[in-house]
């Protein structure tokens, strides 16, 4: 049988193409505020292993951005850079997480003068189990989403949707907050 295109499959082909470009996530369903973080090991912008247990009886703030020297996650990068002293008074360590590898995270924290690890996620299994794995625009990326873990290594706080432009002073204040609870 001989297929041929027709002007009546232009609204399929077109909702195709605009889920083929847009953002779609794998949820991780046991994934919750109170749970258990999950545990990663990733290598940072030096090359040096960090993992969630390496911040037990610290206030981590672990943030996932879709790629590095993008305008959004540049200003989010940015804006965390500068209240780096204010998390540290919190006694909170910043950790930006991304499917970029190591020398790509080099470049762009050296670039930015970022004071704060960002992890190479690069085959996805730390994005993978946070729940923030996603297709974007024909890529594979991390969501712009960030958690708060608790000293004890359980989420706090999740931000799904997150404005780079006032994220760092949105996650201040909650910090705050959460420490007087």
Same mark, same amino acid.
């Given at each position: 049988?001989?297929? @041929?295109?027709?002007l !009546?499959?232009?609204? !399929?082909?077109?909702?195709?193409?605009?889920?083929?470009?847009t953002?779609?996530?794998?949820?991780?369903?046991?994934?919750r505020?109170g749970?258990?973080?999950?545990?990663?090991? #990733?290598?940072?912008?030096?090359g040096?292993?960090?993992?969630?247990?390496?911040?037990?009886?610290?206030?981590v703030?672990?943030y996932?951005?879709?790629?590095?020297?993008?305008?959004?996650?540049?200003?989010?990068?940015?804006?965390?850079?500068?209240?780096?002293?204010?998390?540290?008074?919190?006694? !909170?360590?910043?950790?930006?997480?991304?499917?970029?590898?190591?020398?790509?995270?080099? !470049?762009?924290?050296?670039?930015?003068?970022?004071?704060?690890?960002?992890l190479?996620?690069?085959?996805? @299994?730390?994005?993978?189990?946070?729940?923030? &794995?996603?297709?974007?625009?024909?890529?594979?990326?991390? &969501?712009?989403?960030?958690?708060?873990?608790?000293?004890?290594?359980?989420?706090?706080?999740?931000?799904? &949707?997150v404005?780079?432009?006032?994220?760092?002073?949105?996650?201040?204040?909650? #910090?705050?907050? #959460?420490?007087?609870?």
């Amino acid at each position: 049988m001989k297929r @041929t295109f027709s002007l !009546a499959m232009i609204p !399929a082909v077109a909702i195709a193409i605009v889920v083929g470009f847009t953002s779609i996530g794998i949820a991780n369903d046991d994934l919750r505020v109170g749970g258990e973080a999950p545990e990663f090991e #990733l290598s940072d912008q030096h090359g040096q292993l960090h993992s969630l247990e390496d911040y037990r009886d610290q206030w981590v703030v672990l943030y996932f951005y879709p790629k590095n020297n993008t305008p959004g996650c540049t200003t989010e990068a940015c804006e965390f850079r500068d209240n780096i002293f204010a998390f540290r008074d919190l006694n !909170a360590q910043i950790l930006g997480v991304s499917l970029d590898d190591i020398e790509s995270h080099k !470049a762009f924290a050296e670039e930015h003068g970022l004071p704060f690890p960002l992890l190479s996620d690069a085959d996805g @299994t730390t994005a993978s189990a946070y729940g923030v &794995k996603t297709r974007m625009f024909g890529m594979t990326v991390a &969501k712009r989403e960030t958690f708060i873990i608790g000293p004890d290594g359980t989420i706090a706080k999740h931000y799904e &949707k997150v404005d780079p432009d006032t994220h760092s002073t949105q996650v201040l204040a909650d #910090l705050a907050d #959460l420490r007087t609870q």
